[in-house]
């Protein structure tokens, strides 16, 4: 069977490399975007089976791509995981439950994310999708 | 309302005795009774100023009403004593001159008992008021000298006292000018009421307090008059004897420091975030090589990272207080007033806790003893309340214990028990976990991480609210919090 697609968009580019290595030992393929516009292009040529987007980045922000995503019936399935490091305990639900709603997001994860977490929460989504 | 004073009946006959009492009782005061001088000194010694009013036989057998007299004389006893006797003669005459306010004649009517006594009682009530009217003159009435005023008046800053009605009862120059009050040469202002708001309101909090909460006034906060900017910090004030007599408050111009003050705010705020992302990605970056999927690691190598990750992990949380605080002093915790279910947001909350829980071994139990978990306010602030009180006793609590947090209601409170078998607080530190960076250093808590801001954090919450915060702590044993939050109407 081929293996699943990971689409990861973060500006911060050491960062994606961390991710990349502990998404490629659990078996998927993961590809990289470092702006919202280039994440927006791969998601169209790429096809992945799951997005995971960095809230904060330069000009296209992830919200804002999350919603294009989400308002397009080609991509509209493609589970998304938001990431944020503008987090807190404090304003943890607010963020999940308004912005959620607002761009539709599947998941929510706050930065800093462990690596075990960050794995569940992406099994969880992809299973939930067979 | 006027409290009915406590009434010793001193009567060797019973009848009498009886009867007296009956009649006081049908007054609904509260009465004590003795047949004996003794009897009555016990009573009166056993029970420090409960005793108001003492009706005493002069027909006492053995040590007699007078001794009894003379001994209250000596202690300087407040009691109003009425004595008894048959006559009102010679003897009654001797125990007026010791102190005896007036004298019944035995045997009485129920209206003429009614009319001496009622005279007593009003005679204990204007005492009474005169005494708490003496107290609260004494804020400003004691001897003030001429150097002491010029002291007062010479701060740079400025300096206010009010009494327990919440009228000004001195100001000194720099307070006259910063809130354009009138004061005469001995700091007594030409009008008694404030006429900030603001003031009024922290007056009247700090003098509301309850005599044993904690912390006694102490409150700051920020005036804007007209230009000014003023800093303003209130205590209560207490007499020698422990009393609350009324409040003092110090006024501190900072106009030039709160432009400082907003460049260092920035500045944390800024660097928090600049700090945040690095470290995210440090974190995400050792997890990866210590979890062996850059390569295997030996042990020594695995040793070292992990406590690299754990002191990022450490950093992390030290730069998400800061930007919590800074929330708190912006007034953002005050946002979205709400109804808010207790119940429902510690079941978030545990779950949020569950994992650094179970790798510690750290049970979590929790029960809702009421049906009425309810509190107004903003979700946000609330739920980190209970997140940094419950994590903290988290950490503080060694493996395999236990955390158990309890919500239930007490009176107008909803309150929010968290119990640990923990390491315990030594009875010094417990007045100051609340500290801004506090963190209590010893052999057992210098391997925790922290950044000593998770409980200052919950104070100023819980304060905000008006609710309070009780600790209870044993070394070695465990810690119990008790936040009480005032329920939702």
Redesign the interface.
Same mark, same amino acid.
């Given at each position: 069977m081929k293996n699943k697609k990971i689409l990861m968009v973060d500006d &911060?580019v &050491? $960062?994606c490399?961390?991710?990349k #290595? #502990?998404l %490629?030992?659990r078996d998927y393929e993961v590809i990289l975007a470092h702006d919202g516009k280039e994440g927006l292009e791969k998601a169209r040529t790429v096809e992945p089976n799951l997005v995971i987007l960095d809230v904060?980045m330069p000009e296209m922000n992830g919200y804002d791509v999350c919603v294009v995503l989400k308002a397009d019936p080609k991509s509209r399935s493609i589970p998304v995981i938001l990431l944020t490091?503008v987090d807190?305990?404090? $304003?943890?639900?607010?963020y999940t439950k308004q912005m959620g709603l607002m761009t539709e997001a599947d998941d929510y994860i706050a930065?800093?994310? &462990?690596?075990t %977490?960050l794995v569940r929460r992406v099994e969880e989504l992809l299973i939930r999708r067979v | 309302m006027l409290s009915k004073p406590n009434i010793l009946v001193v009567e060797n006959n019973i009848a009498v005795l009886n009867k007296i009492t009956e009649l006081l009782t049908s007054g609904s005061y509260n009465v004590a009774s003795a047949e004996t001088s003794m009897e009555a000194l016990g009573i009166i010694q056993k029970n420090p100023g409960r005793i108001d009013i003492m009706l005493l036989s002069l027909d006492l057998p053995r040590l007699g009403a007078m001794p009894l007299l003379e001994t209250l004389r000596k202690a300087k006893s407040p009691i109003l004593v009425i004595v008894m006797s048959a006559d009102c003669g010679e003897e009654a005459i001797e125990a007026i001159h010791a102190g005896a306010y007036d004298c019944i004649r035995k045997p009485f009517t129920t209206g003429r008992f009614w009319v001496k006594m009622n005279r007593s009682i009003e005679r204990f009530h204007l005492k009474r008021q005169l005494e708490s009217l003496q107290k609260e003159r004494r804020i400003i009435q004691g001897p003030v000298s001429d150097s002491m005023l010029a002291i007062l008046d010479s701060m740079a800053d400025g300096l206010l006292a009010a009494d327990l009605h919440g009228s000004l009862v001195y100001c000194n120059s720099k307070a006259a000018a910063a809130l354009d009050l009138m004061c005469d040469e001995f700091g007594r202002p030409k009008q008694q009421v404030i006429k900030n708001k603001e003031l009024e309101r922290l007056l009247a909090d700090t003098i509301g307090q309850e005599p044993d909460s904690l912390p006694k006034g102490h409150e700051i906060c920020l005036w804007e008059v007209g230009e000014k900017r003023l800093r303003v910090h209130i205590d209560p004030v207490f007499n020698r004897d422990g009393e609350l007599i009324g409040v003092v408050a110090l006024l501190h111009d900072v106009m030039h420091i709160s432009g400082l003050n907003n460049i260092k705010d920035d500045f944390i705020f800024m660097v928090s975030?600049q700090l945040? !992302?690095?470290?995210? !990605?440090m974190?995400?970056?050792l997890?990866?090589v210590v979890?062996g999927?850059?390569g295997d690691l030996n042990s020594k190598q695995k040793d070292l990272l992990s406590k690299a990750k754990e002191k990022?992990?450490g950093m =992390?949380s030290l730069v998400?207080d800061l930007?919590?605080f800074r929330?708190i002093e912006e007034g953002k915790?005050l946002q979205q007033i709400e109804r808010l279910d207790l119940r429902e947001i510690l079941q978030r909350t545990v779950e949020?806790m569950a =994992?650094s829980a179970e790798e510690k071994n750290i049970a979590i139990e929790t029960h809702v003893d009421t049906d009425q978990p309810f509190v107004t306010g903003d979700?946000?602030?609330i739920?980190?309340v209970l997140?940094?009180v419950i994590s903290n006793s988290i950490k503080y609590t060694p493996g395999g214990g236990r955390v158990a947090v309890t919500i239930y209601r007490s009176a107008e409170d909803v309150r929010i028990k968290v119990v640990d078998t923990g390491i315990g607080i030594a009875q010094a530190d417990i007045q100051r976990i609340f500290d801004k960076f506090y963190r209590i250093r010893s052999e057992t808590t210098k391997n925790i991480a922290g950044s000593g801001l998770g409980l200052s954090i919950v104070k100023r919450i819980v304060d905000l609210y008006k609710g309070t915060i009780h600790v209870e702590s044993e070394e070695n044993k465990g810690t119990t919090f008790i936040i009480s939050l005032p329920a939702a109407r």
């Open positions: &911060d &050491d $960062f490399a961390a991710v #290595l #502990l %490629e030992s904060m490091a807190q305990a404090i $304003f943890k639900t607010t930065k800093p994310v &462990d690596s %977490e | 975030h945040k !992302s690095p470290l995210s !990605s974190l995400m970056q997890s990866v979890d999927l850059a990022t992990k =992390i998400n930007l919590d929330r915790v949020l =994992i979700r946000n602030a739920e980190a997140v940094n």
